[in-house]
C-alpha cells in the first residue's frame, strides 16, 4: 500500500475513533510511541481512561453539540498530523481524511448508542464503542515497522 493510502487510511481511523472519543485523536499518537516517557504515556492514559469513564455518565453532554464535535475535528487532526509528519505524507490528506473520521464516528457513534439505549444496552453499547475506538486508535497509530 502506497504512503498516501497508508496515511489517509490511518487518519481516517484515527478520526473516526476520535469521533468516538475526542481524546484519542490527539493522546492515541504519542501514547503509542516507542519514544513516550512513562511518565508522559501514564499521564495519557490516565486522561484517555477519564474520558472513557466519563462518557458513560447520564450527565455528559452530546457528542454531537458544535463545541464537541469541533473538539473531536481538532484532536483528529492534531493526531492526523503527527502520523503524517511521522510517515512523511501529505498533512492536508491525513487531516482531510481524519475531519471524514471523526465525522463518520460521531454520527455512527451517537446513532449506536440511541439504537443501544432503546434497548436496554447503553452501558454495554458505551463498552463496545470503546473497544472499537480503542481498537482503532492502536491500529492507526502504530509504527510501519509494528
Known sequence: MGTVVRSAARSAALGFASGCRSSLGVLGPPLASRSSRAVGSVAMAGLIGGELAVDKLPSTPSRMQPVALLFRYAS???????LARRERSSPVIAVAASTVGASLGAVTGSAWRDYAGQRGWQRRAAFAEDAVALALTALASRSRSG
Do not use: F, I, R
Open 76 to 82: 483528529g487532526a492534531a493526531g492526523s498530523l503527527m
